[in-house]
């Protein structure tokens, strides 16, 4: 592992590797778990619940013939901040531009132009 594991490291490469190499793994996973439900070991797999940010898991839930249930764990404040997220960027309030780094410049002005 490269940098400091003690540290925060940079988001953006964690969440292109979890696109990018997670599936293989997790199929390998849903399999040995089928073939241990086959054998008696544990009760089979009826549906698979799936964080919302590791959409890997439909391809995998369409390959084994589950269903699966998406949900969200993130708070409302959050999900309000997502969902909210494209208008933003239309009205011109992200990407912050200049010097507007100042949180509270930044909360004034999305309050004020947000729903209007």
Not at 44 to 69: N, Q, W
Not at 91 to 98: D, R, Y
Request: hydrophobic content about 40%.
């Amino acid at each position: 592992m490269e940098g400091n594991g003690d540290v925060t490291q940079d988001i953006y490469p964690l969440v292109k590797s979890i696109m990018t190499n997670f599936l293989q793994p997790f199929d390998e996973l849903l399999t040995r778990l089928h073939q241990s439900a086959n054998d008696g070991f544990i009760p089979p797999i009826t549906c698979l619940v799936s964080d919302c940010y590791m959409p890997f898991t439909i391809e995998a839930a369409e390959e084994h013939s589950l269903p699966i249930l998406f949900f969200s764990p993130c708070n409302a404040s959050t999900f309000l901040c997502t969902f909210q997220y494209p208008t933003l960027i239309r009205k011109g309030l992200l990407p912050l531009k200049g010097n507007n780094y100042d949180p509270f410049f930044f909360l004034r002005e999305m309050s004020m132009n947000l729903y209007m």
